[in-house]
């Protein structure tokens, strides 16, 4: 049964900082993963889809890298602002079609 | 990227009876769609999958005769809490795709529903 596991489960920083979250999954066999943004009380916003065949997708000050062999994404963050926090979600699809599984993700705290 | 709307986004409702949440998909046909339950700091957990004309598949646990799925569009499904108890209160949220890939997820805005 494929698990995903978020570290750190909380993070502080201050504010122009660049940081690094990770996302581990037990099975490798993934079909894509997808990093989300949520914010207390709120859905879900997507921020980046990486299919299995890539090895990392960008947008903006976001980066995030995949890594199927040792079960693993990150998710860079550039230049932290206070707008920036949020829960991050990390999320795998195992199959096409089928729902993704989630970690209980990173909360992330930006102190201007 | 395509939206889904969720409504309501909160709502409160006495024991015993039965709410209804609405999840569209605004500018996409989206023949699956997923419905997810989050519990304060925890992820969230998938209760069912529903396709479009065919009845919802149902996660281990999950009672379908509480949690009633109906996804009679290509646009719309519902989820109703029938005989709502405390403990359904949680953060119900729906996602959906425009296809049998497995192609971006986008999920609704989600809806808090607390029972007293």
């Known amino acids: 049964k494929q698990e995903v596991t978020q570290i750190p489960a909380a993070l502080s920083v201050p504010e122009g900082e660049n940081l690094v979250l990770n996302c581990s999954f037990t099975?490798?066999?993934?079909?894509?993963l997808q990093w989300f943004r949520q914010d207390p009380g709120k859905g879900l916003t997507s921020l980046l889809l990486?299919?299995?065949?890539?090895r990392e997708q960008t947008s903006g000050r976001l980066n995030a890298s995949l890594d199927k062999s040792s079960g693993r994404s990150t998710l860079y963050i550039a230049a932290s602002q206070p707008g920036d926090s949020a829960t991050y979600l990390c999320a795998v699809g195992t199959q096409a079609g089928t729902a993704l599984i989630f970690g209980k993700g990173t909360t992330l705290s930006v102190s201007s | 990227g395509a939206v889904v709307s969720q409504h309501p986004s909160w709502v409160i409702c006495k024991s015993g009876t039965s709410v209804k949440i609405e999840c569209r998909s605004l500018d996409f046909q989206a023949t699956t769609m997923f419905w997810y339950r989050q519990f304060p700091k925890q992820s969230l957990m998938l209760m069912a999958t529903?396709?479009?004309?065919?009845?919802?598949?149902?996660e281990q646990g999950v009672e379908k005769d509480k949690f009633l799925i109906n996804h009679a569009s290509l646009t719309l499904s519902t989820l109703t809490v029938t005989s709502a108890h405390p403990e359904d209160s949680s953060f119900y949220i729906c996602s959906a795709r425009a296809g049998r890939l497995n192609t971006e997820a986008f999920f609704g805005q989600g809806t808090r529903l607390t029972v007293v």
């Open positions: 529903s396709n479009e004309g065919s009845k919802a598949t149902y």
């Open positions: 099975d490798s066999a993934i079909y894509n």
């Open positions: 990486i299919q299995s065949s890539q």
